[in-house]
Protein backbone atom coordinates (compact mmCIF):
# COMPACT_ATOMS: atom_id res chain seq x y z
CA UNK A 1 0.00 0.00 0.00
CA UNK A 2 1.42 3.56 -1.32
CA UNK A 3 1.29 6.02 1.45
CA UNK A 4 1.08 9.68 1.41
CA UNK A 5 1.12 11.16 5.22
CA UNK A 6 0.56 15.08 6.11
CA UNK A 7 -0.23 16.11 9.31
CA UNK A 8 -4.07 17.12 9.17
CA UNK A 9 -3.41 20.69 10.95
CA UNK A 10 -5.22 22.93 11.61
CA UNK A 11 -1.59 25.18 10.72
CA UNK A 12 -2.29 28.57 11.98
CA UNK A 13 0.05 30.97 11.06
CA UNK A 14 0.47 34.65 11.29
CA UNK A 15 -0.21 36.90 8.65
CA UNK A 16 3.81 37.69 6.80
CA UNK A 17 5.41 35.02 8.21
CA UNK A 18 6.09 31.70 7.03
CA UNK A 19 4.25 28.27 6.58
CA UNK A 20 5.67 25.50 6.62
CA UNK A 21 3.90 22.10 5.35
CA UNK A 22 5.18 18.93 5.16
CA UNK A 23 4.64 15.82 3.47
CA UNK A 24 6.24 11.77 3.74
CA UNK A 25 5.50 9.10 1.24
CA UNK A 26 6.33 5.01 1.46
CA UNK A 27 6.85 4.36 -1.93
CA UNK A 28 10.96 4.17 -2.95
CA UNK A 29 10.58 4.61 -6.41
CA UNK A 30 8.62 7.79 -6.54
CA UNK A 31 9.67 9.83 -8.99
CA UNK A 32 7.13 13.09 -9.04
CA UNK A 33 5.91 14.93 -6.51
CA UNK A 34 2.82 17.71 -6.31
CA UNK A 35 1.50 20.38 -4.09
CA UNK A 36 -2.11 21.17 -4.92
CA UNK A 37 -3.57 24.12 -2.96
CA UNK A 38 -7.61 23.40 -2.56
CA UNK A 39 -9.91 26.35 -1.14
CA UNK A 40 -13.18 25.11 0.46
CA UNK A 41 -15.68 23.94 -1.36
CA UNK A 42 -13.82 23.88 -4.66
CA UNK A 43 -11.20 21.26 -6.47
CA UNK A 44 -7.44 20.86 -6.46
CA UNK A 45 -5.06 23.15 -8.02
CA UNK A 46 -1.32 22.48 -8.93
CA UNK A 47 0.82 24.98 -6.72
CA UNK A 48 4.29 23.31 -7.46
CA UNK A 49 5.54 20.30 -8.69
CA UNK A 50 9.17 18.75 -8.64
CA UNK A 51 10.85 16.17 -9.72
CA UNK A 52 15.21 15.94 -8.17
CA UNK A 53 16.44 16.66 -4.80
CA UNK A 54 16.66 20.53 -3.40
CA UNK A 55 14.68 23.07 -3.55
CA UNK A 56 12.36 24.55 -6.19
CA UNK A 57 11.42 28.34 -5.84
CA UNK A 58 8.21 29.87 -7.36
CA UNK A 59 7.35 33.44 -6.38
CA UNK A 60 6.83 32.94 -2.75
CA UNK A 61 6.25 29.21 -3.18
CA UNK A 62 9.22 26.58 -2.55
CA UNK A 63 8.78 23.13 -2.82
CA UNK A 64 11.95 20.94 -0.98
CA UNK A 65 12.50 16.96 -1.75
CA UNK A 66 14.77 14.89 0.06
CA UNK A 67 14.34 11.77 -1.52
CA UNK A 68 16.67 10.25 0.80
CA UNK A 69 14.38 10.50 3.65
CA UNK A 70 11.46 10.35 1.43
CA UNK A 71 10.07 13.67 2.68
CA UNK A 72 8.83 16.80 0.86
CA UNK A 73 7.76 20.33 1.75
CA UNK A 74 6.45 23.28 0.93
CA UNK A 75 7.27 26.77 2.13
CA UNK A 76 5.27 29.58 1.68
CA UNK A 77 6.74 32.73 2.73
CA UNK A 78 5.04 36.22 3.38
CA UNK A 79 1.63 34.20 4.29
CA UNK A 80 -1.47 35.86 3.20
CA UNK A 81 -4.69 35.51 4.58
CA UNK A 82 -5.60 34.19 1.01
CA UNK A 83 -3.34 31.12 1.25
CA UNK A 84 -5.80 30.07 3.50
CA UNK A 85 -6.68 26.75 2.27
CA UNK A 86 -5.89 22.69 2.31
CA UNK A 87 -2.63 21.75 1.09
CA UNK A 88 -2.73 17.98 -0.54
CA UNK A 89 0.95 16.95 -1.08
CA UNK A 90 0.48 14.07 -4.00
CA UNK A 91 3.00 11.28 -5.29
CA UNK A 92 3.66 9.34 -8.40
CA UNK A 93 5.51 6.41 -8.50
CA UNK A 94 4.61 3.39 -10.86
CA UNK A 95 0.97 3.81 -9.75
CA UNK A 96 -1.75 6.55 -10.29
CA UNK A 97 -1.08 9.64 -8.08
CA UNK A 98 -1.91 8.81 -4.33
CA UNK A 99 -2.89 12.04 -2.64
CA UNK A 100 -2.69 12.92 0.97
CA UNK A 101 -4.99 13.96 2.78
CA UNK A 102 -3.74 17.29 3.25
CA UNK A 103 -2.54 20.10 5.67
CA UNK A 104 -5.36 23.09 6.02
CA UNK A 105 -3.90 26.28 6.97
CA UNK A 106 -4.67 29.02 8.33
CA UNK A 107 -2.81 32.59 7.98
CA UNK A 108 -4.21 35.24 10.66
CA UNK A 109 -4.43 38.44 9.96
CA UNK B 1 -8.69 26.47 -23.77
CA UNK B 2 -11.41 24.85 -21.72
CA UNK B 3 -10.29 22.93 -18.58
CA UNK B 4 -12.03 19.86 -17.34
CA UNK B 5 -15.95 20.10 -17.12
CA UNK B 6 -18.37 18.13 -15.12
CA UNK B 7 -21.59 17.76 -15.28
CA UNK B 8 -24.11 17.29 -13.34
CA UNK B 9 -22.90 19.74 -10.84
CA UNK B 10 -24.81 18.65 -8.34
CA UNK B 11 -27.09 15.46 -8.16
CA UNK B 12 -29.57 14.51 -5.09
CA UNK B 13 -30.81 10.94 -5.39
CA UNK B 14 -32.69 8.54 -3.44
CA UNK B 15 -31.08 5.46 -2.16
CA UNK B 16 -31.38 2.17 -4.39
CA UNK B 17 -31.02 4.87 -8.18
CA UNK B 18 -28.39 4.70 -10.62
CA UNK B 19 -26.40 7.62 -11.04
CA UNK B 20 -24.29 8.79 -14.04
CA UNK B 21 -21.65 11.67 -13.85
CA UNK B 22 -19.64 12.97 -16.57
CA UNK B 23 -16.34 14.27 -17.59
CA UNK B 24 -15.05 15.77 -20.45
CA UNK B 25 -11.25 16.06 -20.31
CA UNK B 26 -8.85 18.68 -21.51
CA UNK B 27 -8.66 18.22 -25.46
CA UNK B 28 -5.69 16.45 -26.31
CA UNK B 29 -4.87 15.08 -22.45
CA UNK B 30 -4.59 11.17 -23.17
CA UNK B 31 -4.69 10.62 -19.24
CA UNK B 32 -8.19 10.50 -17.26
CA UNK B 33 -8.58 10.00 -13.64
CA UNK B 34 -11.40 9.68 -11.33
CA UNK B 35 -11.63 10.37 -7.60
CA UNK B 36 -13.97 10.77 -4.37
CA UNK B 37 -13.64 13.44 -1.62
CA UNK B 38 -15.73 13.02 0.79
CA UNK B 39 -16.71 15.91 3.41
CA UNK B 40 -13.23 16.94 5.09
CA UNK B 41 -11.70 13.99 3.76
CA UNK B 42 -8.57 13.61 1.31
CA UNK B 43 -9.02 12.04 -2.55
CA UNK B 44 -9.85 8.67 -2.88
CA UNK B 45 -8.50 7.52 -6.42
CA UNK B 46 -10.93 5.12 -8.47
CA UNK B 47 -9.61 5.27 -11.74
CA UNK B 48 -7.26 5.51 -14.31
CA UNK B 49 -7.53 5.84 -18.17
CA UNK B 50 -4.68 5.95 -20.22
CA UNK B 51 -5.10 6.43 -24.10
CA UNK B 52 -6.53 2.81 -25.45
CA UNK B 53 -4.54 1.15 -22.55
CA UNK B 54 -6.62 -1.06 -20.11
CA UNK B 55 -8.15 1.09 -17.30
CA UNK B 56 -6.71 1.24 -13.95
CA UNK B 57 -9.78 0.02 -11.45
CA UNK B 58 -7.78 -0.98 -8.12
CA UNK B 59 -9.37 1.84 -6.72
CA UNK B 60 -13.35 1.54 -7.56
CA UNK B 61 -14.67 0.63 -3.99
CA UNK B 62 -17.22 -2.12 -4.99
CA UNK B 63 -18.68 -3.61 -8.42
CA UNK B 64 -21.87 -0.87 -7.90
CA UNK B 65 -19.00 1.26 -9.48
CA UNK B 66 -17.99 1.42 -12.97
CA UNK B 67 -16.25 3.82 -15.88
CA UNK B 68 -16.33 4.00 -19.25
CA UNK B 69 -13.77 6.53 -21.48
CA UNK B 70 -14.12 6.13 -25.71
CA UNK B 71 -10.33 6.76 -26.74
CA UNK B 72 -9.80 10.09 -25.41
CA UNK B 73 -12.74 11.66 -25.28
CA UNK B 74 -15.53 11.54 -22.27
CA UNK B 75 -15.66 9.25 -19.88
CA UNK B 76 -18.86 8.84 -17.16
CA UNK B 77 -18.66 7.14 -13.86
CA UNK B 78 -21.85 4.90 -12.95
CA UNK B 79 -22.73 3.93 -9.57
CA UNK B 80 -25.26 1.81 -9.41
CA UNK B 81 -28.02 1.05 -6.62
CA UNK B 82 -26.68 4.30 -4.89
CA UNK B 83 -26.03 4.09 -0.86
CA UNK B 84 -25.86 7.03 1.66
CA UNK B 85 -22.01 6.59 1.81
CA UNK B 86 -21.71 7.17 -1.45
CA UNK B 87 -22.01 10.76 -0.88
CA UNK B 88 -19.84 12.97 -2.24
CA UNK B 89 -17.90 15.12 -4.47
CA UNK B 90 -16.36 12.96 -7.54
CA UNK B 91 -13.64 14.77 -9.11
CA UNK B 92 -12.43 14.15 -12.46
CA UNK B 93 -8.65 15.22 -13.35
CA UNK B 94 -7.06 15.08 -16.45
CA UNK B 95 -3.09 15.20 -18.01
CA UNK B 96 -0.95 14.93 -21.04
CA UNK B 97 0.07 11.56 -19.86
CA UNK B 98 0.82 9.66 -17.24
CA UNK B 99 3.06 11.76 -14.07
CA UNK B 100 2.30 14.77 -16.13
CA UNK B 101 0.14 17.26 -13.71
CA UNK B 102 -3.24 16.61 -13.37
CA UNK B 103 -5.87 19.58 -14.12
CA UNK B 104 -9.11 19.19 -12.05
CA UNK B 105 -12.80 19.58 -13.01
CA UNK B 106 -15.18 21.43 -10.79
CA UNK B 107 -16.39 18.05 -9.50
CA UNK B 108 -20.05 16.45 -9.15
CA UNK B 109 -21.73 16.90 -5.52
CA UNK B 110 -23.58 13.54 -5.12
CA UNK B 111 -26.13 13.11 -2.35
CA UNK B 112 -27.81 10.42 -1.67
CA UNK B 113 -30.86 10.25 0.52
Known amino acids: QKEVEQNSGPLSVPEGAIASLNCTYS??????FFWYRQYSGKSPELIMS????GDKEDGRFTAQLNKASQYVSLLIRDSQPSDSATYLC?????????FGKGTRLSVIA | GAGVSQSPSNKVTEKGKDVELRCDPI?????LYWYRQRLGQGLEFLIYFQGNSAPDKSGLPSDRFSAERTGESVSTLTIQRTQQEDSAVYLC???????????FGPGTRLTVL
Open chain 2, 93 to 103: ASSPGQGNTQY
Open chain 1, 50 to 53: IYSN
Open chain 1, 27 to 32: DRVSQS
Open chain 1, 90 to 98: AVKGNTPLV
Open chain 2, 27 to 31: SGHTA
